[in-house]
């Protein structure tokens, strides 16, 4: 049984820093593609951050690129992502995800990822 679990998240003041930290199991191969997708009170899932296996290939979203930053381990099955610069409207829920895939990039399309956490709350106040 694949799991993704999910660990950080919480309240912070804005301007402050946060860092989620994502461990996959139960699938031998491995995942291609994780990342992190983010879902606020009303609005849709959308896209923040994903990494390749290798580790290299890194992409973001335009409203996070030069606050976050994505990091993999890929033989632990560990994605994480650091969040600086923290804005009232970062505040949601983040999704660590995994594509099982070799798509050879990194998808910014809900639908491409087969599987998900339970989801981490983070709240940014003004």
């Known amino acids: 049984q694949v799991q993704l679990v999910e660990s950080g998240g919480g309240l912070v003041q804005a301007g402050g820093s946060l860092r989620l930290s994502c461990v996959g199991s139960g699938r031998a191969v491995g995942f291609y593609a994780m990342g992190w997708f983010r879902q606020a009170p009303g609005k849709e899932r959308e896209f923040v951050a994903g990494v390749r296996r290798s580790g290299y290939h890194k992409d973001y979203s335009d409203s996070v690129k030069g606050r976050f930053t994505i990091s993999r381990d890929s033989v632990k099955n560990m994605v994480s992502l650091q969040m600086n610069s923290l804005k009232p409207e970062d505040t949601a829920v983040y999704y660590c995800?995994?594509?099982?895939?070799?798509?050879?990039?990194?998808?910014?399309?809900?639908?491409?990822?087969?599987?998900w956490g339970q989801g981490t709350q983070v709240t940014v106040s003004s």
């Open positions: 995800t995994a594509d099982a895939v070799n798509r050879g990039l990194v998808s910014k399309n809900a639908q491409s990822y087969a599987y």
